[in-house]
């Protein structure tokens, strides 16, 4: 099984609905991300949580929102999505921050469409 | 902010040859991650090879290995005896605490 799973793998939405991307981890890692990627820009960092009392805007945060629902799950909403959000979104996590285990392992990815 | 930056959007190589992959980044900071990962069609982000920036020596993983250049903030990566299943985007990043910044990723082919 998966270390870090995501789901819907795809999706398509209309502009204006609320959406839901969850991300779940049996890596027992307490830190957790949420990334976009664009073509020719690379990832982006949109929130990270460190526990679950924890979370923290990323570089491009406006737009959407994180709930951390526990140490293994952190989903993230688009309360109305737009079509700029289209893209590939990915969750990752860590284990530690600056130590030498500080790698960050991700999840399959989440292709989100908003028409 | 720092930024990283590959200069090569597509990269070509023959199977069993070799390839350099570029990658520079911005930083004032002396302690900080490298990272380079590797994403195929599947969409799946792969670690390749990192390095920490107090190391001097290059990290090497069986075929895959860096020249980092902390003066020159380079951090190149050399894929030896390339495989058909190395095509795949790769993609530089530069990570100090939870500050973690790609590039904007190179798309390698490889040719059999």
């Known amino acids: 099984d998966a270390d870090v799973t995501q789901t819907p793998r795809n999706r398509i939405t209309k502009t204006g609905k609320r959406i839901m991307l969850e991300c779940s981890q049996t890596k027992g890692h307490d830190r957790m991300y949420w990334y976009r990627q664009d073509p020719g820009l690379g990832l982006r960092l949109i929130y990270y949580s460190f526990d679950v009392k924890d979370i923290n805007k990323g570089e491009i945060s406006d737009g959407y929102s994180v709930s951390r629902q526990a140490q293994a799950k952190f989903s993230l909403s688009l309360e109305s999505a737009i079509p700029n959000q289209t893209a590939l979104y990915f969750c990752a996590t860590s284990d530690a921050m600056g130590g030498p285990t500080d790698t960050q392992y991700f999840g399959p990815g989440t292709r989100l469409t908003v028409l | 902010a720092q930024t990283v930056t590959q200069s090569q959007p597509e990269m070509s190589v023959q199977e069993a040859e070799t390839v350099t992959l570029s990658c520079t980044y911005d930083t004032s900071e002396s302690d900080y991650y490298l990272f380079w990962y590797k994403q195929p069609p599947s969409r799946q982000m792969i670690l390749v090879i990192r390095?920490?920036?107090?190391?001097?020596q290059n990290a090497t993983e069986n075929r895959f290995s860096v020249n980092f250049q902390k003066a020159a903030k380079s951090f190149s990566l050399k894929i030896s005896d390339s495989q058909l299943g190395d095509a795949a985007m790769y993609f530089c990043?530069?990570?100090?605490?939870?500050?973690?910044?790609f590039g904007a990723g190179t798309r390698l082919t490889v040719k059999p």
């Open positions: 390095q920490e920036a107090y190391k001097q």
């Open positions: 990043a530069y990570r100090r605490g939870h500050d973690m910044r």
